[in-house]
């Protein structure tokens, strides 16, 4: 029987990738994994064998025109990983291989063989010439250069950093007094150089930092819940030591490159040249060859972002997911796969150990823990025993009582008088997401939600109220609270500038920096205000979400948090999940230091699950809490998500196509699947187009979408980390 190859045909960076099948000619040894050339059409593309011998109906087929390279690109475990996001979030095959390789890589079509890895990249050096004699007529660069030379410098950078010349350099070679040459050079990013040091390498491990260590190397999937400082980086370089001791590769994804800057130099403080960086600020030349230096098993421990999973190590003996619950971690394009997920299914695959690391994991993920699919690992102090800092809850609905009409309440302004007074610094965080898109009580701080789905009703622009799960509309707004009569019930927001001109009042000698949205634009602002409070120039900064992150101040003693629940106003199931992790994180700003510190939420809801848990850095009671209610609703963890999503020039089209694909679903739903919707897209207009959304919600609502085929007009994302797309 002739062979025949199964192959993920890439047309080029931005075409469709699809599968076909091709014939293999006698003498090509192929195997899966195998990069291949072959026809499309009239034109020489690229693609990758994913399986052979497949049973084909008719026998006229092209066959694979050449190899490109000798061995496997992709691993077995790999192709098999591929299959998973395939099936799971229902995209193409070849999609979810292309996904795996270097954009560089499926692109190009020409050319039959793979660049060398780092081949663009290399620096001229220099080096003394034994034995020349220094001829006497030489100008003040190239003594300076060749004395450069003298001490040790041998490339251009070096030289000019010791006062000599490259061009002085290139002249010298020229007359024979230098001989020079080229050595590739890897760049790794200013921040993340060798500049960290390893002190804690061979410090004893704590007890419960042991516990996890002891786990973590009898395989499987854990969840390592501790706050920020309690050593879990510690662990995963640990874990990471042992499993490359085994022979194995290790793969760690971070939400954000340039956010987790320190988790990346540890790595690379104790692992050097084994480290390899897949991020996206990569450009496309440098991403290929730190993936060709993975490949080619000169490095087998990847950092990066969520793409990072798709490394073609050869052995995996470990993957760590830090900071699980960011939505990065989520694609927002084909394939659009969750990496928590994908890296319990590579886990499943390689039998590698799986660590999801966290101070604030997701619920879902949590009760993974609970059910013991996940082992659930806490480290549950910070490893200097800093507490954390005891936080004040504030209920801005007093406040207004007592004639205090201010954006700061009585507590927050005693609270910052007596920092400032004794020399120390606070940090000011306005929520700027989730403002003014709900209706809110002043006095009661009731939202009005919708009747069916318990959400808070999202307010337009013109006047109405749109429920953006089931796509009720509310003509009427209320001009009373329905809960408590009040007639103070509007949509209002609160300006950095307006915060910033009561502590001017308040404070009228202190310091105060500025970081909102507006100030962000200027470049190198955040790194300015940073550098203010840093430096103590500045005694408080006012932000919005950007302070939340990175700004680790050791001389900050308090946080005050302006307006705590309005994220919680967002129409999303994820609301209260995102309002605890936020405030968690900017709480956690205030008492890095020896002074300690302490914390200060203003809310109009101070019962609400999410503002207390925070307050009370209760993880466990937070989580508990939010799984009682999405379990009432029938949110994630206890059913699945489908949003389908289309957009069109005119309103009639997609209002069309919704209701008839709508009731195609539901026609078919059986007992899966409830379908919700058609309801505008949270963003309901973009670029022109009208938006428009259905919601699949059960146990398993893609078997819904195996009965009832969705076009490509659709994008269908299965596990939304959010509704509000
Ligand atoms: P996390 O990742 O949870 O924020 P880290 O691993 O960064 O925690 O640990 C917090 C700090 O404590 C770091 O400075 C780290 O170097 C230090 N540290 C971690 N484990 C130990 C240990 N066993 N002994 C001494 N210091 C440690
Ligand atoms: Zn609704
Ligand atoms: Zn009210």
Redesign the pocket.
């Known amino acids: 029987m002739p062979r025949t190859a199964e192959v993920a045909v890439f047309a080029g960076l931005r075409g469709p990738a699809r599968t076909f099948t091709y014939a293999v000619s006698d003498g090509m040894e192929l195997r899966p994994g195998h990069l291949v050339r072959i026809g499309l059409g009239a034109r020489a593309v690229r693609g990758l064998v994913m399986a052979l011998d497949v049973p084909v109906p008719d026998a006229t087929l092209k066959s694979v025109d050449a190899l490109v390279h000798p061995l496997p690109l992709l691993q077995a475990h790999q192709l098999a990983l591929a299959r998973w996001i395939a099936d799971r979030y229902r995209c193409g095959l070849a999609d979810a291989v292309r996904a795996m390789l270097p954009p560089a890589l499926a692109a190009r079509a020409q050319g039959s063989a793979l660049t060398a890895p780092r081949g663009e990249r290399s620096e001229a050096v220099y080096a003394l010439v034994p034995g020349a004699s220094e001829p006497a007529k030489l100008g003040a660069r190239q003594v300076a250069t060749l004395r450069a030379v003298r001490v040790g410098a041998t490339s251009a950078s070096e030289i000019e950093s010791v006062g000599g010349s490259a061009a002085a350099a290139r002249s010298l070679a020229k007359r024979g007094l230098l001989t020079a040459g080229r050595r590739s050079i890897r760049r790794i990013p200013a921040e993340f150089a060798l500049s960290e040091e390893d002190?804690?390498r061979d410090?004893?491990?704590?007890g419960p930092?042991q516990e996890a260590l002891d786990a973590i190397r009898g395989r499987g999937a854990f969840l390592l819940h501790?706050?920020?400082?309690?050593?879990?980086?510690?662990?995963y370089l640990r874990s990471a030591a042992r499993a490359l001791a085994g022979g194995a590769g290790v793969i760690v994804l971070v939400p954000e490159i340039a956010l987790t800057a320190q988790?990346v130099a540890?790595f690379i403080a104790r692992f050097g040249d084994r480290v390899a960086l897949l991020h996206s600020a990569l450009s496309a030349g440098e991403r290929y060859d730190e993936w060709r230096r993975i490949l080619d098993g000169v490095a087998d421990v990847v950092v990066g972002s969520r793409s990072a999973l798709f490394a073609p190590l050869a052995r995996v003996g470990l993957i760590v997911v830090d900071e699980e619950q960011e939505p990065s971690y989520k694609q927002e394009s084909a394939p659009r796969y969750h990496a928590v997920d994908a890296a319990l299914a590579l886990g499943r695959l390689t039998g590698a150990a799986v660590v999801l690391?966290s101070?604030t994991p997701r619920v879902t993920t949590y009760e993974l823990a609970t059910r013991g699919e996940l082992a659930l690992l806490e480290?549950p102090i910070?490893?200097?025993a800093r507490p954390l800092p005891p936080t004040t809850v504030v209920d801005l609905r007093l406040e207004l009582k007592a004639g205090n009409r201010g954006t700061l309440s009585r507590a927050l302004r005693i609270g910052l008088e007596r920092t400032v007074s004794r020399g120390e610094q606070a940090i000011l965080f306005l929520n700027r997401r989730g403002f003014a898109t709900s209706v809110l009580c002043r006095d009661c701080g009731f939202v009005l939600p919708c009747p069916a789905c318990d959400i808070p009703y999202a307010y337009h622009l013109n006047g109405t109220l749109v429920c953006h799960r089931c796509g009720r509309i509310e003509n009427n707004v209320p001009r009373l609270c329905p809960s408590c009569g009040s007639p103070r019930i509007r949509h209002l927001g609160v300006g950095t500038q307006r915060v910033e001109e009561e502590l001017h009042a308040l404070l009228p000698k202190a310091a105060i920096a500025r970081l909102d949205r507006d100030a962000v634009k200027r470049k190198g602002a955040h790194a300015a205000a940073y550098e203010a409070m840093r430096s103590g120039r500045s005694q408080v900064v006012i932000g919005t979400q950007m302070v939340a992150k990175g700004f680790d101040l050791p001389g900050v003693t308090l946080v005050g948090v302006i307006n705590a629940d309005t994220l919680l106003n967002l129409p999303d199931y994820t609301a209260s999940e995102r309002t605890f992790q936020l405030l968690t994180q900017v709480l956690g700003r205030s008492g890095r230091g020896p002074a300690g510190g302490t914390g200060v939420l203003q809310t109009y809801l101070p019962e609400h699950h999410a503002v207390r848990s925070a307050a009370l850095h209760d993880y466990h009671a937070f989580a508990e809490g939010e799984l009682l209610a999405r379990r009432r609703f029938g949110y994630p963890p206890y059913g699945r998500l489908v949003l389908l999503q289309t957009s069109a020039k005119r309103e009639s089209t997609v209002e069309r196509r919704a209701t008839e694909l709508a009731s195609a679903l539901r026609a078919s739903a059986a007992g899966d699947a409830e379908v919700l919707g058609p309801a505008p897209a949270f963003a309901a207009k973009r670029a022109g187009s009208y938006r428009v959304q259905l919601i699949l919600r059960g146990g398993d609502p893609s078997a819904l979408l195996d009965r009832v085929p969705v076009g490509p007009e659709w994008t269908v994302d299965v596990d939304p980390m959010t509704l509000l797309g």
Do not use: C, D, P
């Not at 501790?226 to 662990?235: C, H, I, L, W």
């Open positions: 002190a804690v410090a004893a491990a704590t930092q501790g706050v920020t400082g309690s050593g879990k980086t510690e662990v988790v540890r690391g101070a480290l910070r490893i200097a």
